[in-house]
């Protein structure tokens, strides 16, 4: 097996926040319902009259895809699942799959927190596809437009005594376009489709991504 799926150096270092702390939210009393005094009930759907109207909820900023005319633009970063707090097979599962979510994402926005949170600090190959797709972003100052890598038909081996869990998978790298600041092309990857194999383990607290090796033969 060897690598072929990332050309960069290695990140000299990667911040690695605590991943999939839940933002805590203000509790939010309900409002009380509306009594009506005997004998002076009033239409609910009466308008007060004082012409004021309930303000709706602000929307999300609407995402922009990435082209030749600039980097993607409001791109929600993707949600960390639950699952990977848990010592299960779904636990490492989830932990791989949210893994390259978070390098789309990293693809698309230059943002390496997401992807380096579930990143193990001596996974070489963890942070060589990081540097290669954070260089464009801060050294080039160029982005990508991309379809995004996912993950198929996923075989997880169980797991060891010691929280460790290999996965058997399918690896399709969509296919991408890296552009320079003007938004010259600097060159264009077609999809394809790999045999991968993946090594997580299981800290305690959560899953971490230690190891990916990718198959030199592309699937037909």
Do not use: K
Request: proline residues 6%; hydrophobic residues 35%.
């Amino acid at each position: 097996m060897s690598v072929v799926l990332v050309l960069g150096l290695a990140l000299s270092s990667c911040g690695r926040d605590d991943a999939g702390a839940e933002s805590g939210g203000a509790d939010v009393e309900p409002s009380a319902e509306e009594t009506s005094p005997e004998g002076g009930a009033s239409d609910p759907e009466q308008s007060s009259g004082d012409g004021s109207e309930a303000e709706e909820p602000e929307s999300s900023p609407t995402p922009v895809p990435a082209s030749s005319d600039g980097p993607a633009q409001n791109w929600p970063e993707p949600e960390v699942p639950d699952e990977i707090y848990e010592e299960t097979e779904e636990g490492a599962l989830a932990a791989l799959t949210y893994w390259f979510e978070a390098i789309t994402y990293l693809q698309l926005t230059g943002e390496f927190e997401p992807v380096s949170a579930v990143s193990a600090p001596d996974c070489a190959m963890c942070d060589n596809t990081i540097a290669q797709f954070y260089d464009l972003y801060e050294v080039e100052s160029g982005w990508y437009a991309a379809e995004g890598t996912t993950t198929q038909d996923e075989l997880a081996s169980g797991i060891t005594g010691d929280g460790h869990a290999r996965i058997l998978f399918a690896l399709v790298e969509g296919g991408y376009t890296a552009y320079g600041p003007e938004g010259e092309s600097l060159g264009v990857v077609e999809s394809r489709t790999y045999d991968a194999e993946a090594f997580l383990y299981f800290d305690g607290s959560q899953w971490w991504v230690s190891e990916l090796e990718i198959a030199d033969a592309v699937v037909e």
